[in-house]
């Protein structure tokens, strides 16, 4: 048996969570993976690797992520492919690089400005095409976003859809589920999937159930009305004849809703029992990220960060903001929310600090953070319990999603939440810590993820599939991580192939 690449010497775990097994793997030239056999003494090939007894798996799959435009803008994917990532689902959230019209071109290329990439696409398939001539060391495979879409159709404003409006929406969602997205996903927290009816989702829903493709959701709440939320995207899942909903990143945010997870279990097993497949994912961390924007109260919340910034660009209405966030939020809270991204030159010093220990009047710096660049200012905020991160984690239907985007080895794009550069391998982590199997673990990382999103070519060792793999060390591999350092990269990853190339030792 002739090859161009053998890996021998290791420890297979084909994705699938069969037990380990002694072996080796032989690449051909298209960097498929040829044979998957004990013993490669008589085969020969263009290069051999010894794995020295460590861990061969499937490459690792990021479930949720958002890498639409840092990785064509950086294409290396470091931050990805150095903790064994090689396949990301993006497009997540309801935020997705397309479909583009006149209607949300604009506020998509100011959303991704810090990228310095020209969107010239207006489809899944011109976006793709992009990604493809960037060479990315990262395979990304696209859901559509809702918002993106509601957005290309009526642009921002709220209000409800008209039907003229949801059948063009549901018309470029056929293009798009057609051209290359693998799905559907919902950003209800943001707008302006925000202001979306129950009766929307259910006819974007039933595009998705026509291509037999899953739709995700960022639910409406996350934690004070989380049961009702889940409740909802399973009760319009089996409205709309949907076969697999997925949640995405799932949490029981906020110290008095910790104790609501085992009656969310329970609406999930309800569902299961309607014929409704329910699987989610979860990044490994209690301090959750997104835009600062997100803590502001009433009306302000509902806006989208270019309304926000020129709202305060008035004195009067940075006056009327900052009496709101007075009203509304504690001192409790902002000692619970940590800048982890600013472009204000007088704020960015401190990235990494909890917003209470900013010097001076918490609301007037948060308003005057905001004021000045909305779009680019992140936050954490310290909301879940680590018991419960577990339990989710630990669930058979759990899969690894950092709910980062891909980045360079330096922070030319800004600074970012720790799991960016180690969330799948602190999953691992977690995981084998808590007991799992080695090859459970893998499974979930890789495997399971690729069931989940119908990735028929990968997640898998096997003979036919794709030349995906990763050389791991199951007792080092890790998060290094921080909020102060977060472009450590993480530990255990000794080697990583794409399609039969290795990208990353």
């Given at each position: 048996m002739i090859g161009t690449l053998l890996i021998k010497n290791v420890w297979i775990?084909?994705?699938?969570?069969?037990?380990?097994?002694?072996?080796g793997c032989l690449l051909d030239s298209k960097g498929g993976i040829a044979a998957v056999e004990k013993?490669?003494?008589?085969?020969?090939?263009?290069?051999?690797?010894?794995?020295?007894?460590?861990?061969?798996?499937?490459g690792f799959i990021d479930a949720h992520g958002h890498s639409d435009m840092s990785a064509l803008s950086a294409p290396e994917c470091f931050s990805k492919i150095s903790q064994g990532v090689t396949t990301e689902i993006c497009g997540n959230c309801g935020l997705s690089a397309f479909p583009v019209t006149n209607c949300n071109k604009e506020h998509l290329q100011l959303l991704y400005e810090n990228y310095g990439k020209e969107i010239r696409w207006e489809s899944?398939?011109?976006y793709l095409d992009e990604v493809n001539r960037a060479d990315c060391a990262l395979s990304l495979v696209p859901l559509c976003g809702h918002n993106t879409l509601r957005a290309a159709v009526r642009g921002y404003e709220e209000g409800a859809c008209s039907q003229k409006e949801l059948e063009e929406m549901a018309f470029l969602l056929d293009r798009e589920l057609t051209s290359g997205a693998a799905g559907v996903s919902f950003g209800l927290l943001y707008s302006p999937g925000i202001f979306a009816s129950p009766g929307e989702i259910v006819h974007i829903m039933k595009v998705a159930a026509r291509h037999n493709r899953i739709c995700a959701a960022h639910l409406r709440s996350e934690g004070d009305e989380l049961l009702e939320s889940a409740a909802e995207m399973i009760e319009l899942s089996f409205e709309s004849g949907l076969k697999h909903f997925h949640f995405s990143h799932l949490k029981t945010a906020g110290k008095e809703n910790f104790n609501k997870l085992d009656e969310l279990l329970e609406l999930f097993d309800e569902a299961r029992h309607k014929g409704i497949e329910i699987t989610c994912d979860r990044y490994p961390y209690t301090e959750s990220m997104t835009q600062?924007?997100?803590?502001?109260?009433?009306?302000?919340?509902k806006m989208d960060d270019e309304s926000l910034k020129k709202k305060l660009q008035s004195t009067e209405e940075k006056l009327l903001l900052i009496a709101d966030l007075r009203k509304a939020k504690t001192t409790d809270y902002w000692e619970r929310c940590r800048l982890v991204n600013c472009t204000h030159p007088r704020f960015a010093s401190f990235r990494g600090k909890k917003i209470s220990e900013i010097p001076g009047d918490t609301p007037e710096n948060v308003t005057e953070i905001l004021a000045f660049d909305p779009v680019n200012c992140q936050a954490a905020f310290s909301v879940m319990s680590e018991e419960?991160?577990?339990?989710?984690?630990?669930?058979?239907?759990?899969?690894?999603?950092?709910?980062?985007?891909?980045?360079?080895?330096?922070?030319?794009?800004?600074?970012?939440?720790?799991?960016?550069?180690?969330?799948?391998?602190?999953?691992?982590?977690?995981?084998?810590?808590?007991?799992i199997p080695i090859e459970a673990c893998v499974s979930k990382v890789s495997g399971k993820s690729a069931a989940i999103f119908s990735l028929d070519d990968r997640g898998v060792i096997a003979p036919g599939k794709r030349g995906d793999m990763v050389l791991f060390d199951p007792d080092s591999i890790d998060c290094r991580a921080d909020f102060l350092s977060p472009e450590?990269?993480?530990?255990g990853i000794r080697m990583v192939i794409k399609n039969g190339r290795v990208v990353y030792n």
């Open positions: 775990a084909d994705g699938l969570g069969t037990p380990l097994r002694k072996g013993d490669f003494s008589a085969c020969a090939a263009e290069k051999c690797i010894d794995g020295a007894g460590l861990i061969l798996a499937p899944c398939s011109a600062l924007s997100v803590a502001l109260p009433g009306a302000w919340k419960n991160m577990k339990r989710i984690l630990a669930l058979p239907f759990c899969v690894a999603g950092s709910d980062g985007n891909a980045l360079p080895s330096d922070a030319r794009f800004g600074h970012s939440h720790p799991r960016a550069f180690g969330a799948v391998a602190r999953f691992m982590r977690l995981g084998l810590d808590m007991g450590r990269c993480a530990e």
